[in-house]
Structures are given as C-alpha cells and as structure tokens.
C-alpha cells in the first residue's frame, strides 16, 4: 500500500473519531491484498542436501590475493592487512582466529 507523506497526519482526536465500521474495513483491505504464493513454485528453487548437481556448470572470476592482503594460517581465508591480528613463526593469523 503506498503512503502519502505530504498528506496532514491525523491528531488524536481525528483518531478518535474514527468509527469501528471504518476501522473493520481497512483491516479487511489489508488482508485482501495478500499475495498469493504458489508453494510448488518457491519449492522449485530449493536446493537440497545430496541433489544431484553433477548437470549444473557454474561459473565465478577469481581473482588473485591483492598486496594488501594475506591468507590466515589457521583459517586459510583471504583477508585484508587490516585484519592481521599476528605473525607466529612466519606464519599469519587473522583477528577471528587469534582470539
């Protein structure tokens, strides 16, 4: 439903004077412009664990680690300088892992 927003908001007593008819009928539009989901449909786009995925190609650029950037000892991710909590033994460890 879209909002007016220069529209005058209405003061308590405007809201008062509301009637329970009026009330009923805006809570019954509410309700009548639900939309219908078909649940086969939503269903078609789950993924379930053990699906045979063996006919799908996927396809993402890699990009190379950056100077800027380090991969954890521990963890083995990619992150940023920023992020480089120590060096023990030659060996980088992220902020989440050393903590």
């Known amino acids: 439903m879209a909002t007016d927003y220069d529209s005058p908001r209405k003061t308590d007593d405007d809201l008062a004077e509301d009637s329970l008819q009026e009330l009923q009928a805006r809570r019954t ?3 009548a412009s639900a ?3 078909d649940p086969d449909e939503a269903a078609e786009s ?4 053990g699906d045979d995925l063996s006919n799908e190609e996927l396809s993402l650029r890699v990009v190379p680690r950056q100077a800027d950037e380090f991969t954890c000892a521990r963890c083995f991710l990619v992150h940023h300088r920023s992020q480089l909590a120590e060096e023990r033994g ?3 460890i992220c ?3 050393a903590a």
Do not use: F, H
Request: net charge negative.
């Open 35 to 37: 939309i219908d989901v």
């Open 29 to 31: 539009d509410k309700t």
């Open 90 to 92: 030659g060996q980088l």
């Open 46 to 49: 789950l993924v379930l664990p």
């Open 95 to 97: 902020r989440e892992c």
